[in-house]
């Protein structure tokens, strides 16, 4: 028998060995190997067999890791589809799916030495009163680790170890599996009674559960802010388990696993459905990962939450595929392979037959778009669980705000009043802005110098708590001056322009002293348990007013919570790209929808010096259909997606002038390649939004066709087929959601 095995190196193609006989009943297709290549010896993954070969001399096999197959054949047929549709080669999105914590040769659990008490039959053997001590807590607890018998019984391990001479315990190493949740204390749920809406989107899911194979197999949940959705959610998800299948639920931020995982394990570590939940996210150890990861292909957990690489867990059978606010562009890999999680996770719907559900309360437009022309079905679920209304939204015109004063305050006077109201109420606070740091850049007023990144097409953010100056493309960083750097003016008067979340914090210390204030962004979160620590303080109420990035924004559950504020709304709105204005309605509804979720109603306070802009007028409004309609009109105009598919070629180099060249060549020869295309537009060459970054120039093409998976084909041949210099670099992303 013949291995196809795809090696650890990107090499673009599979390489043949020989089975030899001791290893025939264990290489299976989807098996990790060890194999000789050139005079290395290299990991790899098995991933085809097949009786015969067109080449000579073939080498041997030379080990087998790990007793069962870590790819199933559903996994590897996605990784292939991937590797096709986003033009990367198949080693690379085996990368993806394969984590490198479960890649490796060696064993990767941990393991520990237990203590187990031995039944004593005969007359015991005289102890020393230490002895008895560690005994009776032995005895009580009948197994434990080594460590821990120490501290409690105040001992050494001699003490232990002269009782296992005796024969009186036992001293063995075992697996201690790391669970990143093993120190929480979860209280069981029961299903919730569902109201209508709720009711016909879990009939309408199980029904296509039951019927494998019929359209439509996918559903677009679209559930207003507080309507229930995540019930929907774990009673769908009961009646997988039921089936005998598992589930995998997908959330775009990590502040969402925390309380995402403490509803699902509430649920389903107890009662008839009881299975191990898993978690995978990037703030995982490698051992944590390694386990949980283990726990899901041996079956024993059979519902796994996790951020985008989760899609490829190896949950088997899968019934159902949750993918939660599933708009958010967290779902898109910057790096190859460039995937969408969200388009994945139907992807592999299809090739497992299980049912997938994407649900948001703002949909991208490519999902409603789909829903539109039958391709998902459409559940919608409009108004609030319980009959809650949703939130006021009001808008303040800054504007008019910075005509009453100095300059332009953070807090417009009806924000810092509505605060003050909230704070005399003991209800609790959200404040929103999408940027870190204490201000957005450092300006000369005299000479005009503002501080960029050396490396970056961009200014360096101002953080006071380091006194630094940061950039947010490439990480470097500088001390901040005293004075204006310019030789010819070393004006001491430099001074910090725009806002970060820093700053907002400063000034909530200064308005309201007696407030217990937080800070939640990526600055703030330095620590592993930084998260759960703070979302757990606000739930309890130990927290007043928290102040954060979108990483506050979505999904996140806080009956006490009656005031939002979105400090400056239209952060995101004149960005040059064409999904600034749905990015910006999405962004205001999703923190909008963190009000008024308990007993007294919600206000939102939105602060814009755009105010009647139609995005923040349709988000004000609820209106999500309203605003669908008219830029969908907008994006047909220009066949943008959702009315076509995107792909963005960007060529980068450190010489901007070859940079321009080579994507004019780049230009010409795509043209020849595509001359018979009816339905293709190619846009460009141009320069990237943010023309430098890490030091590299970048241009860009962007091509629109309705055919991408065709395109696809085509663009996978670029690199062969079109010589560009060494040190020009060409990326091909498909369906891109960053145009920067």
């Known amino acids: 028998m013949i291995a196809r095995v795809t090696l650890d190196l990107t090499l673009r193609k599979e390489f043949d060995y020989l089975i030899p006989p001791e290893f025939e009943e264990e290489v299976k297709v989807g098996t990790r190997v060890k194999v000789p290549f050139a005079t290395r010896k290299v990991l790899g993954s098995v991933t085809a067999l097949a009786e015969e070969s067109p080449h000579t001399n073939l080498r041997p096999i030379l080990k ?19 590797a096709d549709y986003y033009c990367c080669p198949l080693e690379i999105a085996l990368k993806s799916v394969l984590p490198d914590a479960v890649r490796k040769e060696q064993k990767g659990w941990k393991e520990r030495l237990f203590v187990r008490v031995v039944p004593w039959q005969a007359t015991m053997p005289k102890v020393t009163k230490r002895q008895q001590q560690v005994l009776d807590i032995i005895t009580a607890r009948k197994e434990m680790p080594l460590q821990e018998l120490l501290q409690l019984a105040d001992t050494t391990s001699g003490t232990v170890r002269r009782l296992e001479d005796a024969g009186l315990l036992t001293i063995a190493a075992q697996i201690a599996e790391r669970d990143p949740y093993a120190n929480e204390v979860i209280l069981p749920t029961q299903a919730l009674a569902l109201n209508p809406d709720q009711k016909v989107a879990v009939e309408q899911i199980i ?128 790096e190859a392979p460039r995937y969408h999680a969200r388009d994945v996770a139907v992807m592999r719907g299809q090739i497992e037959g299980a049912v997938v559900v994407l649900g948001s309360a703002t949909p991208s437009l490519e999902s409603f778009y789909n829903a539109q022309k039958g391709k998902y079905g459409l559940l919608q679920m409009l108004s609030r669980a319980d009959d809650k209304n949703l939130p006021l939204i009001r808008v303040v015109d800054m504007r008019n705000e910075a005509r009453k004063g100095k300059g332009i305050p953070i807090f417009s006077e009806v924000l810092r009043n509505a605060i003050t109201s909230r704070l005399e109420k003991k209800e609790q606070v959200m404040l929103f802005l999408n940027r870190r740091g204490y201000a957005s850049s450092l300006q000369c007023p005299k000479c005009g110098y503002v501080a960029g990144c050396p490396n970056c097409s961009i200014a360096l953010t101002y953080h006071r708590r380091i006194e630094k100056l940061c950039c947010h493309i490439c990480g470097h960083s500088d001390n901040a001056p005293a004075v204006c750097p310019e030789p010819t003016c070393r004006n001491p008067a430099i001074r910090h322009a725009g806002l970060g979340t820093e700053r907002v914090e400063e000034t909530l210390f200064k308005l309201f002293p007696q407030a217990r204030v937080e800070r939640m962004d990526s600055d703030a979160l330095k620590r592993k348990d930084d998260l759960p620590r703070i979302l757990g303080d606000f739930r309890v109420g130990k927290i007043d007013v928290l102040v954060g990035t979108q990483m506050i924004a979505k999904g996140l559950h806080f009956p006490n919570v009656t005031l939002v504020g979105i400090i400056y709304a239209d952060l995101s709105l004149h960005l040059p790209d064409f999904r600034s204005g749905e990015r910006t309605f999405q962004l205001l509804t999703q923190v909008s929808g963190r009000a008024g979720r308990g007993d007294v109603e919600g206000e939102v ?33 220009l066949k943008y997606p959702p009315v076509s598919r995107a792909a963005m070629l960007t060529v980068r180099g450190r010489n901007e002038d070859k940079v321009k060249l080579s994507i004019e060549h780049l230009k010409r020869e795509l043209e020849k390649e595509l001359a018979d295309w009816k339905d293709l537009i190619i846009a460009g060459p141009a320069p990237s939004p943010l023309l430098r970054a890490e030091t590299y120039y970048r241009y860009q093409i962007m091509l629109r066709t309705r055919q991408m998976a065709k395109l696809s084909q085509h663009l996978a041949n670029i690199p062969d087929g079109v010589k560009l210099p060494e040190d020009i670099l060409l990326t091909v992303d498909i369906d891109p959601v960053n145009l920067f």
């Open 64 to 82: 087998v890791i790990g007793r069962q197959a870590l790819l199933t054949l559903n996994v590897l047929q996605l990784a292939r589809w991937m």
């Open 207 to 334: 029904k296509a559960m039951d019927s494998p194979g019929e359209k439509p197999a996918s559903f677009l949940l679209h559930g207003v802010t507080g309507s229930g959705k995540t019930e929907v959610y774990l009673q769908a998800i009961a009646y997988a388990l039921e089936q005998g299948k598992g589930a995998i639920v997908l959330v775009p931020e990590i502040s969402l696993t925390p309380q995402t995982v403490e509803r699902f394990k509430a649920r389903f570590t107890s009662g008839p459905q009881k299975t191990l939940v898993a978690v995978l996210h990037s703030h995982l150890s490698a051992g944590e990962r390694h386990d949980e990861w283990h726990k899901i292909r041996q079956g024993r957990a059979r519902i796994v939450i996790g951020a985008r690489s989760a899609v490829f867990a190896p949950v088997d059978p899968v019934g159902l595929i949750i993918v939660d606010e599933e708009h958010e562009h967290s779902y898109k890999q910057e």
């Open 605 to 637: 306070i939105v602060q814009s010096f755009t105010p009647f802009h139609s995005a923040i007028q349709f988000a004000r409004r609820h209106d999500f259909a309203g605003f669908y309609e008219q830029e969908l009109e907008f994006r047909e105009q």
